[in-house]
């Protein structure tokens, strides 16, 4: 089946891409993405493990967005590599430096760490800074942490620099890439009845209906908002890695049994946009 929706440890997931397709492989994927969050770092490393093997590779990422001061992300599929990891750089550094931000927040309320040395095409997240946590020992697990400190809300929180949804999905069309709302019910800025239209007028092609995060009637409402909108559906399990690696991973790859037949549309919406 389709997985659209995936990250390796060029952003925060815990398998290499090496790792993440051997392990889609196994699990009888037909298609995978690579979607770090903004970053494409990802994608040498998986073609060339996926070449030889019967498995597809859909290159695309997860851009971070702020949108009513609270995070929206939106996967970008099939873009313009050239064009876009210029700008991208600017986002990355971006995360590096609130990577340190959250740090020295974490510091000033007593609990010192070190996050490990991560190269500039990388992108860190607050999952590395959980991991962190549980490894000085100061909480058991990586949910811990987000109770406590990480979550969008928590003492130790540092939103990502100013990077408007709208401005986001111009950036990824300018690129040649398909833009598409991922999990649109993890929001927590406004609902999706609201927001979507915002969206859509600013470009937005698709919706990623099907996310282990949406109950069915949440599905049943997005493929309907995609029908009146004449939107693409995509769907993945958002696959950070084994679950037993402390990920928040509710499902694990292949699960999700997205059918193979939204491909084709995301391809043609590609190549409508070169
Ligand atoms: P960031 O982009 O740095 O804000 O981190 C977002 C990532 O953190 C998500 O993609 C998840 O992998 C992870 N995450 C978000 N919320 C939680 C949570 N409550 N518990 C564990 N992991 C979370
Ligand atoms: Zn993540
Ligand atoms: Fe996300
Ligand atoms: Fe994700």
Redesign the pocket.
């Known amino acids: 089946m389709l997985e659209l929706h995936c990250?390796t440890t060029y952003?925060?997931g815990t398998l290499t891409p090496q790792e993440l397709i051997a392990a889609a492989l196994k699990a009888g994927v037909k298609a995978l993405a690579i979607t770090d969050?903004d970053t494409l770092a990802g994608w040498d490393d998986a073609f060339q493990a996926a070449a030889d093997t019967p498995l597809e590779i859909v290159p695309g990422l997860e851009l971070s967005t702020v949108y009513n001061d609270r995070s929206l992300h939106i996967l970008g599929f099939y873009p313009d590599r050239a064009k876009l990891e210029p700008p991208l750089q600017e986002r990355i550094a971006g995360r590096h430096r609130r990577a340190r931000e959250m740090v020295e927040k974490l510091a000033a309320l007593g609990y010192p760490i070190e996050l490990p040395s991560m190269s500039g095409n990388m992108a860190p997240?607050r999952?590395h800074v959980a991991a962190a946590l549980v490894k000085a020992g100061y909480v058991s697990s990586n949910q811990e942490a987000f109770t406590r400190w990480l979550g969008e809300r928590g003492p130790a929180y540092v939103q990502y620099d100013k990077f408007s949804a709208e401005d986001g999905i111009r950036l990824l069309l300018d690129c040649g890439a398909v833009p598409v709302w991922a999990h649109p019910y993890l929001f927590r800025g406004g609902t999706v009845q609201t927001i979507l239209p915002k969206l859509v007028e600013a470009g937005l092609k698709g919706v990623e209906v099907y996310h282990p995060h949406h109950s069915p009637s949440d599905e049943r409402k997005l493929e309907e908002a995609c029908e009146d909108y004449g939107l693409l559906m995509t769907g993945g399990s958002d696959y950070?890695g084994p679950a037993s690696a402390g990920v928040n991973n509710s499902v694990g790859l292949n699960q999700l049994q997205v059918p193979l037949d939204l491909l084709p549309p995301l391809k043609a919406a590609a190549a409508a946009l070169r």
């Open positions: 990250h952003s925060d969050h997240g999952p950070h």
